[in-house]
């Protein structure tokens, strides 16, 4: 069964900083390095956005809202992806979700986690 499970999610302050992580397991298609990981973010009221993805290869491609803050990187040693997010905003006050999709990155993601939930204060 595939899993991808978030954690380190939080409550901070304007300015401060998080590290999110996901963990991977059962992925059946090669193998966790052959995956594309994304993180995705959903805040109240708004639908879900990209914040970054990372290839198989390691190349990365963030959302105009994060560049600059936010680092998307990735070890495939431990089937973990990872989201360093630094100079954090209100306006970044979402649930974050992990996502997996086989082979490159352009496409529907069609793995999920459930969540993790990150609240920016001012």
């Known amino acids: 069964q595939v899993q991808l499970v978030e954690s380190g999610g939080g409550s901070v302050q304007a300015g401060g900083s998080l590290r999110l992580s996901c963990a991977a397991s059962?992925?059946?298609?090669?193998?966790?390095?052959?995956?594309?990981m994304g993180w995705f973010r959903q805040a109240p009221g708004k639908e879900r956005e990209g914040v970054a993805n990372?290839?198989?290869?390691?190349?990365?491609i963030y959302a105009d809202s994060v560049k600059g803050r936010f680092t998307i990187s990735r070890d495939n040693s431990k089937a973990s992806l990872y989201l360093q997010m630094n100079s954090l905003k209100p306006e970044d006050t979402a649930m974050y979700y992990c996502?997996?999709?086989?082979?490159?990155?352009?496409?529907?993601?069609?793995?999920w986690g459930q969540g993790t939930e990150v609240t920016v204060s001012s």
């Open positions: 990372i290839s198989a290869y390691g190349a990365t």
């Open positions: 059962g992925l059946y298609y090669r193998d966790y390095r052959g995956y594309c």
């Open positions: 996502a997996a999709r086989p082979e490159n990155c352009y496409g529907p993601f069609g793995v």
